[in-house]
């Protein structure tokens, strides 16, 4: 079964380090989307991306983040300037674009931010 | 007001045993529901989409009030392998993102 897939599964950094999360998505899907869970909170939505753009973005998405699709399988969050409360597990997900159809999330990544 | 309420829990349970969850969600013009399935520190996994008719698979049992804006789930016949927390999730229109309630919590006992 087709799955979507992210790296790296544990990432740690120095607070004002860049990140660079990678997933990739379900082959034949066409819209794309980042969320993070705080430790003990709620899943949260930051973006998502289709037709190489963004086309919805979450107050959390601010400056410091931006996504990517460098080429036509990955897809990318970077986050510039990492602070602390950036500690996260950030999941990828991915859908076909019908209007029924569900969003499959990958396993994460955990973002610890030192 | 939240956009997806969901009691936490958590829902401590023998084996066997029938539990419901519930969830209000504020946005009525929300179309689509789902109930996801998340173990610690994993990936939210879609358990079951859920229609205003109501729908069965195996154990669980979802309905959907959109009158009240309240949604349920149903387990029967509880398993350990249960043992989770569970995600009201809505999304408000086609491609919109789905918006998640903060999960109950299920531990099923032997």
């Known amino acids: 079964e087709p799955e979507v897939t992210q790296t790296p599964s544990h990432q740690v950094t120095q607070m004002g380090q860049e990140v660079i999360l990678r997933c990739v998505p379900i082959s034949n899907h066409l819209y794309f989307y980042w969320y993070r869970q705080i430790l003990g909170q709620k899943v949260e939505f930051l973006v998502s991306?289709?037709?190489?753009?963004?086309?919805?973005k979450s107050e959390i998405f601010d400056d410091q983040f931006s996504v990517e699709r460098p080429d036509g399988s990955n897809f990318t969050l970077k986050i510039r300037s990492t602070k602390l409360e950036d500690s996260a597990m950030y999941f990828c997900?991915?859908?076909?674009?019908?209007?029924?159809?569900?969003?499959?999330f990958g396993p994460g990544t955990r973002l610890t931010v030192l | 007001r939240k956009e997806v309420e969901q009691d936490p829990g958590p829902f401590n349970v023998p084996e066997g045993a029938t539990v419901a969850f519930n969830c209000t969600y504020s946005?009525?013009?929300?179309?689509?529901f789902f109930w996801y399935r998340q173990d610690c520190r994993k990936e939210p996994k879609l358990l079951m989409s859920?229609?205003?008719s109501g729908n069965e698979d195996g154990r669980f049992t979802a309905q959907l009030n959109r009158a009240s804006q309240y949604i349920s789930l149903l387990i029967r016949d509880s398993k350990l392998s249960d043992s989770a927390t569970y995600l009201c999730v809505v999304r408000n229109s086609g491609n919109t993102p789905l918006v998640f309630g903060k999960g109950t919590r299920l531990s099923v006992i032997a």
């Open positions: 859920v229609y205003s």
């Open positions: 991306f289709y037709n190489n753009e963004i086309s919805e």
């Open positions: 997900a991915s859908r076909t674009g019908t209007s029924t159809d569900t969003q499959y």
């Open positions: 946005n009525s013009a929300s179309q689509s």
